[in-house]
Protein backbone atom coordinates (compact mmCIF):
# COMPACT_ATOMS: atom_id res chain seq x y z
CA UNK A 1 0.00 0.00 0.00
CA UNK A 2 1.27 3.27 -1.24
CA UNK A 3 2.73 6.01 2.20
CA UNK A 4 -0.26 8.53 2.47
CA UNK A 5 0.95 12.01 3.36
CA UNK A 6 -1.22 14.81 4.64
CA UNK A 7 0.15 17.98 5.38
CA UNK A 8 -1.54 20.93 7.78
CA UNK A 9 -0.42 24.13 6.52
CA UNK A 10 -1.63 27.75 6.41
CA UNK A 11 0.80 28.63 3.62
CA UNK A 12 -0.39 25.42 0.77
CA UNK A 13 1.99 27.73 -1.66
CA UNK A 14 5.21 26.72 0.19
CA UNK A 15 5.11 23.14 -0.88
CA UNK A 16 3.50 23.14 -3.91
CA UNK A 17 7.02 23.70 -5.92
CA UNK A 18 8.80 21.50 -4.47
CA UNK A 19 6.70 18.60 -3.88
CA UNK A 20 5.98 18.73 -7.87
CA UNK A 21 9.62 18.60 -8.37
CA UNK A 22 12.45 16.03 -8.95
CA UNK A 23 12.10 12.94 -7.05
CA UNK A 24 9.62 13.69 -5.22
CA UNK A 25 7.04 14.38 -7.74
CA UNK A 26 8.02 10.97 -10.05
CA UNK A 27 7.80 8.86 -6.64
CA UNK A 28 4.15 10.36 -6.59
CA UNK A 29 3.69 9.97 -10.34
CA UNK A 30 4.74 6.46 -10.02
CA UNK A 31 1.99 5.48 -7.28
CA UNK A 32 4.60 4.78 -4.46
CA UNK A 33 3.52 7.78 -2.64
CA UNK A 34 0.60 10.30 -2.05
CA UNK A 35 1.07 13.96 -0.52
CA UNK A 36 -1.71 16.06 0.26
CA UNK A 37 -1.49 19.55 1.39
CA UNK A 38 -4.31 21.03 3.22
CA UNK A 39 -4.91 24.79 3.97
CA UNK A 40 -5.94 25.14 7.60
CA UNK A 41 -8.11 27.68 6.72
CA UNK A 42 -10.56 25.09 6.33
CA UNK A 43 -11.11 24.51 9.53
CA UNK A 44 -10.79 28.28 10.48
CA UNK A 45 -13.18 29.73 12.85
CA UNK A 46 -16.19 32.20 12.30
CA UNK A 47 -16.48 34.26 8.79
CA UNK A 48 -12.85 34.97 8.44
CA UNK A 49 -11.22 31.49 9.09
CA UNK A 50 -9.38 32.37 12.09
CA UNK A 51 -6.73 30.01 13.40
CA UNK A 52 -5.20 32.31 15.75
CA UNK A 53 -5.37 34.32 18.94
CA UNK A 54 -3.44 36.80 21.37
CA UNK A 55 -2.26 34.33 24.29
CA UNK A 56 -2.78 34.61 27.85
CA UNK A 57 -0.78 36.31 30.19
CA UNK A 58 0.33 38.88 27.71
CA UNK A 59 3.25 38.59 25.28
CA UNK A 60 4.20 39.01 21.77
CA UNK A 61 2.64 37.23 18.63
CA UNK A 62 -0.44 35.13 18.35
CA UNK A 63 -0.73 31.78 19.20
CA UNK A 64 -1.94 28.72 17.16
CA UNK A 65 -5.32 27.86 18.43
CA UNK A 66 -6.61 24.37 19.62
CA UNK A 67 -10.22 24.12 17.73
CA UNK A 68 -8.96 24.44 13.74
CA UNK A 69 -5.99 21.74 14.52
CA UNK A 70 -8.53 19.49 16.19
CA UNK A 71 -11.15 19.90 13.64
CA UNK A 72 -8.66 19.18 10.58
CA UNK A 73 -7.25 15.58 12.52
CA UNK A 74 -11.02 14.47 13.08
CA UNK A 75 -11.10 14.93 9.22
CA UNK A 76 -7.91 13.40 8.50
CA UNK A 77 -6.89 11.04 11.11
CA UNK A 78 -7.16 7.03 10.55
CA UNK A 79 -6.76 4.51 13.02
CA UNK A 80 -2.99 4.02 11.01
CA UNK A 81 -2.32 7.54 11.13
CA UNK A 82 0.65 8.87 12.95
CA UNK A 83 0.44 12.52 13.64
CA UNK A 84 3.77 15.10 13.93
CA UNK A 85 4.04 18.25 15.36
CA UNK A 86 6.87 20.24 13.86
CA UNK A 87 8.12 22.50 17.20
CA UNK A 88 11.87 23.31 18.04
CA UNK A 89 11.57 21.68 21.56
CA UNK A 90 10.57 18.29 19.38
CA UNK A 91 13.04 15.13 18.76
CA UNK A 92 15.66 15.64 16.85
CA UNK A 93 14.94 14.34 13.34
CA UNK A 94 17.33 11.32 12.73
CA UNK A 95 17.78 8.93 9.87
CA UNK A 96 16.52 6.44 12.18
CA UNK A 97 13.32 8.12 12.45
CA UNK A 98 13.39 8.50 8.74
CA UNK A 99 13.59 4.92 8.46
CA UNK A 100 10.41 4.23 10.46
CA UNK A 101 8.27 6.97 9.08
CA UNK A 102 8.83 5.28 5.76
CA UNK A 103 7.73 2.45 6.68
CA UNK A 104 4.00 3.63 8.27
CA UNK A 105 0.96 3.78 5.79
CA UNK A 106 -0.11 7.27 6.73
CA UNK A 107 1.22 10.57 8.23
CA UNK A 108 -0.15 14.06 9.10
CA UNK A 109 2.11 16.39 9.37
CA UNK A 110 1.06 19.70 11.33
CA UNK A 111 2.65 23.32 10.24
CA UNK A 112 2.91 25.40 12.86
CA UNK A 113 2.80 29.40 12.40
CA UNK A 114 3.09 32.59 14.80
CA UNK A 115 4.29 32.30 18.15
CA UNK A 116 3.72 28.83 19.24
CA UNK A 117 0.86 26.75 19.50
CA UNK A 118 -1.85 26.35 21.85
CA UNK A 119 -0.01 23.72 24.75
CA UNK A 120 -3.62 21.67 24.21
CA UNK A 121 -2.54 20.75 20.69
CA UNK A 122 -0.01 19.03 21.94
CA UNK A 123 -2.13 16.16 23.01
CA UNK A 124 -3.50 15.72 20.20
CA UNK A 125 -0.71 14.40 18.25
CA UNK A 126 1.46 11.34 18.40
CA UNK A 127 5.67 12.93 17.80
CA UNK A 128 7.00 16.43 18.02
CA UNK A 129 10.05 16.73 15.65
CA UNK A 130 12.59 19.22 15.29
CA UNK A 131 14.88 19.48 12.49
CA UNK A 132 17.75 21.72 14.30
CA UNK A 133 18.71 24.04 17.08
CA UNK A 134 16.86 26.95 15.40
CA UNK A 135 13.73 28.79 15.35
CA UNK A 136 12.12 29.04 11.73
CA UNK A 137 8.81 31.18 11.08
CA UNK A 138 7.14 28.14 10.61
CA UNK A 139 6.59 24.48 10.02
CA UNK A 140 6.58 23.97 6.43
CA UNK A 141 10.19 23.83 5.58
CA UNK A 142 10.60 20.94 8.45
CA UNK A 143 7.52 19.30 6.75
CA UNK A 144 9.56 19.64 3.31
CA UNK A 145 12.45 18.09 4.82
CA UNK A 146 11.05 15.42 6.50
CA UNK A 147 9.20 14.67 3.16
CA UNK A 148 12.60 14.19 1.11
CA UNK A 149 14.17 12.29 4.05
CA UNK A 150 11.27 9.76 4.07
CA UNK A 151 9.87 9.26 0.46
CA UNK A 152 13.61 8.73 -1.30
CA UNK A 153 13.31 5.75 1.60
CA UNK A 154 10.35 4.15 -0.27
CA UNK A 155 11.09 0.81 -2.09
CA UNK A 156 11.45 1.36 -5.93
CA UNK A 157 11.92 5.27 -5.06
CA UNK A 158 15.78 5.33 -5.83
CA UNK A 159 18.46 2.95 -6.54
CA UNK A 160 18.64 0.44 -3.70
CA UNK A 161 22.26 0.57 -3.98
CA UNK A 162 22.94 4.63 -3.43
CA UNK A 163 21.00 3.57 0.13
CA UNK A 164 23.70 1.24 0.97
CA UNK A 165 26.68 3.48 1.84
CA UNK A 166 24.37 6.74 2.39
CA UNK A 167 25.74 9.05 5.85
CA UNK A 168 23.96 8.21 9.19
CA UNK A 169 22.78 4.77 7.19
CA UNK A 170 25.38 2.63 9.01
CA UNK A 171 25.94 5.33 11.72
CA UNK A 172 29.03 6.82 9.81
CA UNK A 173 29.54 9.78 7.59
CA UNK A 174 29.65 8.57 4.00
CA UNK A 175 33.53 8.49 2.30
CA UNK A 176 34.89 10.67 0.13
CA UNK A 177 33.43 10.37 -3.77
CA UNK A 178 35.57 11.49 -6.67
CA UNK A 179 34.56 11.35 -10.71
CA UNK A 180 36.32 12.78 -13.80
CA UNK A 181 38.84 14.27 -14.47
CA UNK A 182 41.12 12.02 -12.82
CA UNK A 183 43.46 15.75 -11.85
CA UNK A 184 42.12 18.92 -10.93
CA UNK A 185 43.42 22.15 -10.34
CA UNK A 186 46.71 19.78 -9.53
CA UNK A 187 44.74 17.05 -7.26
CA UNK A 188 44.35 13.94 -8.41
CA UNK A 189 41.94 10.64 -7.43
CA UNK A 190 42.99 8.41 -4.90
CA UNK A 191 44.73 5.63 -6.89
CA UNK A 192 43.28 2.96 -5.09
CA UNK A 193 39.94 3.89 -6.76
CA UNK A 194 40.64 3.13 -10.06
CA UNK A 195 42.90 0.17 -8.59
CA UNK A 196 40.37 -2.32 -9.90
CA UNK A 197 40.66 -4.14 -6.57
CA UNK A 198 36.81 -3.80 -5.06
CA UNK A 199 38.51 -5.62 -2.22
CA UNK A 200 40.85 -2.71 -1.50
CA UNK A 201 38.31 0.05 -2.03
CA UNK A 202 35.77 -0.93 0.20
CA UNK A 203 38.06 -1.22 3.00
CA UNK A 204 39.65 2.20 2.07
CA UNK A 205 36.32 3.61 1.79
CA UNK A 206 35.12 2.05 5.50
CA UNK A 207 38.43 3.55 6.81
CA UNK A 208 37.30 6.71 5.06
CA UNK A 209 34.07 6.72 6.52
CA UNK A 210 35.57 6.18 10.24
CA UNK A 211 38.19 8.95 9.62
CA UNK A 212 35.53 11.58 8.39
CA UNK A 213 33.33 10.87 11.14
CA UNK A 214 35.71 11.39 13.92
CA UNK A 215 36.75 14.56 12.47
CA UNK A 216 33.72 16.01 11.54
CA UNK A 217 30.95 14.01 13.95
CA UNK A 218 32.80 11.94 16.76
CA UNK A 219 29.63 11.75 18.77
CA UNK A 220 28.39 9.45 16.44
CA UNK A 221 31.05 7.04 17.27
CA UNK A 222 30.35 6.94 20.79
CA UNK A 223 29.10 3.80 22.21
CA UNK A 224 28.68 2.82 18.62
CA UNK A 225 29.62 -1.14 18.83
CA UNK A 226 32.31 -1.49 15.51
CA UNK A 227 33.18 -5.28 13.81
CA UNK A 228 36.99 -5.97 14.29
CA UNK A 229 37.54 -4.48 10.78
CA UNK A 230 36.17 -1.40 11.59
CA UNK A 231 38.01 -0.88 15.03
CA UNK A 232 40.90 -2.18 13.50
CA UNK A 233 40.86 0.91 10.67
CA UNK A 234 39.64 2.89 13.17
CA UNK A 235 42.40 2.84 15.22
CA UNK A 236 44.67 2.87 12.89
CA UNK A 237 43.28 6.52 11.69
CA UNK A 238 43.40 7.79 15.37
CA UNK A 239 47.27 6.93 15.56
CA UNK A 240 47.18 8.81 11.71
CA UNK A 241 45.81 11.84 13.72
CA UNK A 242 48.24 11.41 16.51
CA UNK A 243 51.23 11.14 14.44
CA UNK A 244 49.99 14.07 12.30
CA UNK A 245 50.42 11.80 9.16
CA UNK A 246 49.11 13.35 5.69
CA UNK A 247 46.69 11.00 4.66
CA UNK A 248 45.75 10.62 0.72
CA UNK A 249 41.73 10.67 1.22
CA UNK A 250 41.72 14.47 1.96
CA UNK A 251 41.98 16.15 -2.21
CA UNK A 252 44.03 12.81 -3.58
CA UNK A 253 47.55 12.04 -4.21
CA UNK A 254 49.60 15.06 -5.71
CA UNK A 255 49.64 15.64 -9.36
CA UNK A 256 52.46 13.33 -10.16
CA UNK A 257 50.72 10.55 -8.68
CA UNK A 258 47.61 11.21 -9.64
CA UNK A 259 45.04 8.40 -11.14
CA UNK A 260 44.78 8.82 -15.00
CA UNK A 261 41.70 7.72 -16.96
Known sequence: ????????????????GPLAASIPARIQDEGLATVRV?????????????????PYGGGAGMVLRPEPVAAALAALRRPDSMVILF????????????EDLAARSHLVLVCP????????????VDLELS??????????????VVCDAILRLLPGAIEPGSLIDESFTSGLLEYPQYTRPAVFEGTGVPEILT?????A?????????????????????????????????????????????????IGGPPLDQAAHP
Open 1 to 16: MPLEIEILTLFPEMLA
Open 38 to 54: HDLREWGLGRHRSVDDA
Open 87 to 98: DAAGEPFRHRRA
Open 113 to 124: RYEGVDERIRGM
Open 131 to 144: IGDFVLTGGELPAL
Open 195 to 199: SGDHG
Open 201 to 249: VRRWRLRESLRRTLERRPDLLEGRPHSPEEARLLDEVIEERASGEVHES
